[in-house]
């Protein structure tokens, strides 16, 4: 059980991690764990100013809970992600398209509910996105505002360096507990609905058995061994948003676990809420069995927009037929695939008396034009009032000014917390709605902005931050994820540029990766460091573009990189 050795890294230097006192750290936590009979656990030392962090969060108990987490359910993970490679090799080889899976006569059942949520839940109306709590200023900026909820992300706009899972971590338990200044109470604050990392993540920082452990349980068993018994004094928690499931039976596997959870710690069954985030094309063929085996832990569901599209390209992005248009050009929700997603999951989650929930505004309200501002909320109120007119209970933002400017519009059309009235009889989706992409081509323009919001996802992930803001909307991994799976595509299909009738070659993406680094290095690199990490932020797009097979997930690509492990703490 000796401490690991591996190095560490220091603005970008390697270092014998010997040299810090954050050994010491370790040691003391090593030592803990083998007190409480613990010898399979081993756990790389904290940067050197996230001690504090590191022992307030990675306590031996708190480390022995994840522990037994992880050996419970190691094995049903694996055999989870198996089943991913399995389904997509039998889609390439067959040729075949997901279809409605047949349904059991239990979740057939038209009388069954999912058990009713909290009060703190039972309003949606508009929550916080992409709020990663390793952003102090922001997650206090998040919490003093007045949001029904804050999806607490360690996923789609967080950086999952080993800093920014302690320090998040870190400041969820201190807000919890009491302790963070500035903010108020837990009773009076949006609600947290804490956001683990998604199932393709590992934390390459910590070892159980011998082998490195799933992300997503480092992420939930910490959050709850520290924090649910105090969310639960004032039914503030814990609730969870879900992110990136391939169906009901890994829906199944965190109900599982959700399940076990509450009875290791002590909680009533279904205590855990969860909301799951519909962002893959397989799960809109499985929402009633979704809803049905998390029926006792269920927060309803949520329609993304760029997850859900770029696993067309994941799954079937090789077919010719499946080829998604210019993003900014032809994709938006009013798109017959995305718009029949939507009225889908808002009819199923209203027949079992769940609440649906819409996409996320990205936009960031500018501070220094008030009728720019202005007309910017007009914009982003019209296009939720068409998710409201089609009945969804609520939507996220990014940016908290967008808060009162919303709830006001909600409350001038619906003025009810919910619209779980409303049941969408009306919706008949057929398999064909559901996958019929829409028609379109290939713009300069769009290539060009897919290749710019890659080359700065890169480079904002090796300052060890998940987001930025690019002309006005903040930009994370599902931003980022659908504009290298466009570069990828348009590569492999040899897709035409509409304008001109260029061909979408490897010469002509790699000309433009180098031009648009080299107009980047000189608008933003103050530093040599910074045109030097742009420059690795170039070369590692181009690698994932030109990669043969599509892997499945730009943030895996990129985690396990090693430029990234060898600058990233």
Not at 26 to 33: A, E, K, Q, S, Y
Not at 103 to 127: F, G, H, N, T, Y
Not at 192 to 212: D, K
Not at 426 to 452: A, H, W
């Amino acid at each position: 059980m000796a401490a690991s050795k591996r190095l560490s890294t220091v603005s970008g230097h390697l270092q014998p991690i010997s040299m810090y006192r954050s050994e010491k750290c370790c040691r003391l936590l090593l030592d803990g764990l083998n007190e409480l009979g613990v010898v399979d656990v081993e756990v790389s030392n904290p940067p050197t100013c996230y001690e504090m962090e590191f022992q307030t969060v990675l306590t031996p108990k708190a480390m022995k809970f994840v522990a037994e987490l992880v050996k419970e359910f190691n094995e049903n993970v694996d055999q989870m992600l198996k089943q991913r490679s399995r389904r997509k090799l039998h889609l390439s080889s067959s040729g075949e398209l997901p279809f409605f899976q047949p349904q059991s006569p239990e979740v057939q059942d038209k009388a069954w509910q999912v058990s009713p949520v909290p009060q703190r839940l039972q309003c949606r109306i508009v929550d916080l996105g992409d709020i990663s709590p390793a952003n102090t200023e922001l997650f206090i900026k998040a919490l003093n505002s007045s949001a029904c909820g804050i999806q607490t992300d360690l996923d789609d706009g967080h950086c999952p360096s080993w800093s920014n899972q302690l320090h998040g971590l870190y400041n969820v338990y201190q807000f919890v507990h009491g302790n963070m200044r500035g903010v108020p109470p837990m009773s009076s604050a949006p609600v947290i609905m804490f956001r683990p990392r998604a199932w393709n993540m590992q934390e390459l920082n910590v070892m159980v058995g011998g082998s490195i452990i799933p992300g997503p349980l480092f992420d939930f068993g910490l959050h709850m061994f520290h924090n649910s018994k105090l969310m639960m004094e004032e039914m503030n928690g814990p609730f969870f948003y879900l992110p990136k499931l391939e169906g009901s039976s890994e829906v199944k596997l965190w109900s599982d676990i959700f399940i076990w959870t509450e009875q290791k710690l002590g909680l009533p069954l279904g205590s855990i809420k969860a909301c799951v985030l519909i962002e893959n094309i397989f799960c809109s063929f499985e929402l009633d069995q979704i809803l049905y085996e998390l029926r006792h832990h269920c927060a309803g569901l949520n329609c993304g927009m760029w997850d859900y599209s770029a696993s067309f390209v994941s799954k079937f992005g090789e077919r010719k037929d499946f080829i998604l248009p210019d993003r900014k050009k032809y994709v938006s929700m009013d798109m017959k695939y995305l718009k029949s997603n939507m009225d889908l999951v808002i009819k199923t989650c209203h027949a079992r008396g769940c609440h649906a929930t819409g996409g996320m505004a990205p936009v960031v309200l500018p501070c220094d034009s008030p009728q720019c501002k202005q007309n910017i909320i007009k914009s982003v109120s019209r296009s939720k009032l068409r998710e409201i007119q089609a009945g969804v209970d609520g939507f996220l933002v990014f940016d908290p000014n967008l808060v009162r400017p919303l709830l006001q519009m909600w409350k001038s059309h619906v003025n009810l917390p919910n619209q779980l009235h409303i049941s969408r009889a009306d919706v008949c989706v057929s398999r064909k709605e559901l996958l019929q992409l829409p028609q379109g081509g290939f713009t300069l323009q769009g290539l060009q902005n897919n290749i710019t919001v890659g080359i700065l996802f890169i480079d904002a992930w090796f300052r060890g931050e998940g987001l930025f803001v690019l002309n006005g909307a903040v930009e994370d991994s599902a931003t980022a994820e659908i504009s290298r799976s466009q570069v990828w595509q348009a590569i492999r299909h040899r897709c035409q540029l509409e304008g001109d009738g260029r061909t979408v070659s490897r010469e002509l993406v790699c000309e433009e990766i180098q031009r648009i680094a080299s107009e980047l290095i000189c608008k933003k690199a103050k530093r040599k460091e910074d045109a030097e990490r742009l420059l690795s932020s170039a070369q590692i797009l181009e690698e994932l573009v030109l990669k043969r097979d599509f892997p499945p997930f730009f943030t895996t690509f990129l985690y396990e990189h090693y430029k990234m492990r060898n600058t990233t703490s």
